[in-house]
């Protein structure tokens, strides 16, 4: 059954989101119509048309983005794993079960990512932390989508440790800390989107996991030059994803379900805590 933040974050966000905004200025215009105010629907819908417009030929999904993206560095100096720790999100959960194929999705980055490290690094275990993200049960896990990505890449099933229940960052932190309790000593590598990166490093923090390394992919901030003309679906898409990301981290901040983190040359350090012991110098 879904949590109420969960519920109440999937609702907020719904109204939040940027496409959304669009249709409530053409409410609000076809509103104004129908109580005979004319000049403000025309202003509504002009208004409405300057936004897409520039959202289609201005990245602002960049602008939103790349502060978040550049807090952690990409690929960072790494030493004897013990694990490498993969966030749900990049697997197609819905395809996965209707096609029975493998699937991934848009940050499916995630798990080639991790496929690189697991073969780098072949003592490591991998373990991966994602449910359905849906209100009802019952729909095929991430982790199922998972097992599969991993296996087929081959990645041995005794290295796996999944977790499949797991709704949102701050479950995903919590429901996988006591499966991480008997590794080995060894930095664990935590494994997400960029963009995602600082949110997800300071709710694990705030969870009580030490050690981490931060190994962030899937990077959308591409740059002013590259995404300087018309292309309102992708715009808005990034746009999208940035906007949530702010959202999602003010309210972990004000719920308490995150805390401060920064980066030492990738490793995570959790407020004003010192170098995360395990980690590699």
């Not at 105010?37 to 819908?45: E, P």
């Not at 982790?143 to 296996?151: D, G, K, L, S, Y």
């Not at 990645?155 to 995903?172: F, H, K, M, V, Y």
Request: glycine content about 12%; charged content about 15%; aromatic content about 8%.
């Amino acid at each position: 059954m879904a949590s109420p933040f969960l519920f109440a974050s999937k609702i907020l966000w719904t109204f939040l989101k940027p496409e959304t905004w669009f249709l409530l200025l053409i409410l609000l215009a076809l509103a104004a119509v129908i109580l005979g105010r004319r000049g403000l629907a025309i202003g509504l819908l002009a208004l409405t048309a300057a936004a897409y417009l520039a959202i289609g030929i201005l990245p602002l999904g960049d602008l939103v983005l790349r502060p978040l993206e550049s807090r952690f560095p990409i690929a960072p100096p790494l030493r004897d794993p013990a694990a490498i720790l993969v966030l749900g999100g990049g697997e197609e959960s819905i395809r996965s079960a209707a096609t029975g194929l493998t699937a991934i999705g848009e940050s499916g980055d995630r798990f080639l990512s991790a496929i690189e490290l697991a073969h780098r690094f072949p003592d490591a275990r991998v373990i991966f932390t994602g449910g359905t993200g849906w209100f009802v049960e019952g729909r095929m896990s991430g982790a199922e989508v998972a097992r599969r990505i991993f296996t087929e890449s081959g990645i041995a099933p005794d290295r796996l440790i999944l977790e499949g229940r797991s709704r949102n960052t701050w479950q995903n932190a919590t429901m996988t800390l006591p499966l991480a309790a008997h590794l080995p000593p060894g930095p664990i590598v935590l494994v997400t989107s960029a963009f995602h990166m600082p949110r997800a490093a300071g709710v694990f923090c705030a969870a009580g996991w030490t050690g981490l390394v931060a190994w962030p992919d899937d990077q959308r901030a591409v740059g002013i030059g590259e995404r300087w003309s018309w292309g309102a679906a992708v715009n808005l898409q990034e746009l999208n994803i940035g906007v949530k990301e702010w959202i999602g981290t003010a309210v972990y901040r004000l719920t308490g379900r995150m805390v401060a983190a920064r980066s030492d040359d990738g490793r995570v350090v959790c407020g004003d805590a010192p170098d995360p012991a395990g980690a590699p110098s």
